[in-house]
């Protein structure tokens, strides 16, 4: 099985922050890479697809890149709706990452 | 806009089948270009796929191998939803479980989940 590793399983940050969460794999997968956002006592929701690509109605805030093993997501400008915990899932084999929660500092 | 309508018990008793379905709304669980999923999630496994099933002139069905001996996943095109049945069920299979749609990018692989259903919490325990 293909295992993800997400860093830092958590953060603080603030309102306007500029946000980094990686996302590592255990071998290459290309760029078949997605970010999730989950709200507590909600479903994920799709962010980002095929490693950059923007989900129809997400908000530009959100950002994808990296290929092979190593992968980012970054949030441009932190909004309080933005507070949550985010996961990427790779899709070769389908397996999730084990969250980063994002925090209000 | 498709949504996803989950439906069954909360609380299943050790060694007896779980069984939830998943409503469908905006698309068809006989769609070409969608498989229909359904992924579990508990503080001790994480997001864990389950299986899917998908039409593409026939059914096909494929299931995690933590769990293919005791998983079925099968379409109702005549109530457009599909269904999870679990067997033999133990308190480690307690968690909330999310349908959801499959979508892809034809001829790249390029796949992912959108959207989910709203969740359940099954709980096992006599």
């Known amino acids: 099985d293909i295992q993800m590793t997400q860093s830092p399983s958590s953060l603080s940050a603030s309102v306007g922050d500029r946000v980094t969460i990686t996302c590592r794999a255990s071998?290459?997968?290309?760029?078949?890479l997605n970010w999730y956002q989950q709200k507590p006592g909600k479903a994920p929701k799709l962010l980002i697809y095929a490693a950059s690509s923007l989900q129809s109605g997400v908000t530009s805030r959100f950002s994808g890149s990296g290929s092979g093993t190593d992968f980012t997501l970054t949030i441009s400008s932190l909004q309080r709706e933005d507070f949550a915990t985010y996961y990427c899932q790779q899709s070769h084999s389908t397996t999730f990452g084990g969250g980063t929660k994002v925090e209000i500092k | 806009q498709v949504q996803l309508q989950q439906s069954g018990p909360g609380l299943v008793k050790p060694s007896q089948t779980l069984s939830l379905t998943c409503a469908i709304s905006g698309d068809s669980v006989s769609s070409n270009s969608a498989a229909w999923i359904w992924i579990r999630q508990s503080p001790l496994r994480g997001l864990e796929w389950l299986g899917r099933?998908?039409?593409?002139?026939?059914?096909?069905?494929d299931y995690a191998v933590s769990v293919k001996s005791r998983i079925t996943i099968y379409p109702d095109t005549s109530s457009n939803q599909f269904s999870l049945q679990l067997n033999s069920v133990t308190p480690e299979d307690t968690a909330v479980y999310y349908c959801?749609?499959?979508?892809?990018?034809?001829?790249?692989?390029?796949?992912?989940?959108?959207?989910w259903g709203q969740g359940t919490l099954v709980t096992v325990s006599s």
């Open positions: 959801g749609r499959e979508r892809h990018i034809a001829a790249s692989g390029y796949t992912w989940f959108d959207p």
């Open positions: 099933t998908y039409y593409r002139s026939k059914w096909y069905n």
């Open positions: 071998q290459n997968i290309g760029n078949y």
